[in-house]
T-cell receptor, first 115, second 118 residues
Framework: GENVEQHPSTLSVQEGDSAVIKCTYS??????FPWYKQELGKRPQLIID?????GEKKDQRIAVTLNKTAKHFSLHITETQPEDSAVYFC??????????????FGTGTRLTIIP | DAGITQSPRHKVTETGTPVTLRCHQT?????MYWYRQDPGHGLRLIHY???????DKGEVSDGYSVSRSKTEDFLLTLESATSSQTSVYFC?????????????????FGPGTRLTVT
C-alpha cells in the first residue's frame, strides 16, 4: 500500500519568514495530494490540494509543488503569521474501485510561528 | 464547515464493552469515512462507505465494524473495546464527483470523538 513520509516533525519560524514542509510517497499511481491544517482540539481542515497533472498550485500565501518523478511534494507558506501555528498533514491518494480516493496521511508537522 | 456532526464527542468506556460512534451528515455526500488519529501516526483510515449498505476496509480495520443504513449516517462499532483503541476518531465525507471528473477527491472532516478505553 501507499506510504507517506513527512518532514520535519516540528518547525519553528520567525513571523514573516517562510515555512516549507516536505512529503514523499511510495505509490507512483497516486494522483491527488491534499494538505490539511489542524489547530489544537479542532478538526483537520483542507487548505490546498494538487492533482498529478499539475506541478504547482498557489492560493494567496500558500503553495504546493509536486515532483512526480521524484515522488515528493511540498507545502510552502510565505509571510507567516501567528495564526499559521498548527499541525499540518500531507496525504497521498490511492484510487478505490468505487469512484473515490483513499487517503494515506503523513505523520504531521507542528509549525510554530515565533512573534 | 461541512454539515458533519459526530456523537458522542467524548466517551470513556471499559475494556471489553461494545461502543458505537455515530457520524451524521446533511450534505447528501455519497462517500463517508472513519479515521483514527494517534500521536506519531497521523490519521489512519479504518473503514469507508461508498453508498447505503456498501462499505470497504481501510488500513486499520481489525477490531472495528461499520454500518450505513441511510445516506446521512455512518456508524463505527467497536465490538469489544481494548485499550489500544483509545484514540480520537474522525468521520469525513466526500461528494460523488468533482469538477465533472466523475471521481471524488476532497474530504471534509467532522469535529471528532475522543474515546478512552480504561
Amino acid at each position: 500500500g501507499e506510504n507517506v513520509e513527512q518532514h520535519p516533525s516540528t518547525l519553528s519560524v520567525q513571523e514573516g519568514d517562510s515555512a516549507v514542509i516536505k512529503c514523499t510517497y511510495s505509490d507512483s499511481a497516486s494522483n491527488y495530494f491534499p494538505w490539511y491544517k489542524q489547530e489544537l482540539g479542532k478538526r483537520p481542515q483542507l487548505i490546498i490540494d494538487i492533482r498529478s497533472n499539475v506541478g504547482e498550485k498557489k492560493d494567496q500565501r500558500i503553495a504546493v509543488t509536486l515532483n512526480k518523478t521524484a515522488k515528493h511534494f511540498s507545502l510552502h507558506i510565505t509571510e507567516t503569521q501567528p495564526e499559521d501555528s498548527a499541525v499540518y498533514f500531507c496525504a497521498a491518494s490511492s484510487r478505490s474501485n468505487f469512484g473515490n480516493e483513499k487517503l494515506t496521511f503523513g505523520t504531521g508537522t507542528r509549525l510554530t510561528i515565533i512573534p | 464547515d461541512a454539515g458533519i456532526t459526530q456523537s458522542p464527542r467524548h466517551k470513556v468506556t471499559e475494556t471489553g464493552t461494545p461502543v458505537t460512534l455515530r457520524c451524521h451528515q446533511t450534505e447528501n455526500h455519497r462517500y463517508m469515512y472513519w479515521y483514527r488519529q494517534d500521536p506519531g501516526h497521523g490519521l489512519r483510515l479504518i473503514h469507508y462507505s461508498y453508498g447505503v449498505k456498501d462499505t470497504d476496509k481501510g488500513e486499520v480495520s481489525d477490531g472495528y465494524s461499520v454500518s450505513r443504513s441511510k445516506t446521512e449516517d455512518f456508524l463505527l462499532t467497536l465490538e469489544s473495546a481494548t485499550s489500544s483503541q483509545t484514540s480520537v476518531y474522525f468521520c469525513a465525507i466526500s461528494e460523488s464527483s468533482s469538477r465533472g471528473t466523475g471521481r471524488s477527491y476532497e474530504q471534509y472532516f467532522g469535529p471528532g470523538t475522543r474515546l478512552t478505553v480504561t
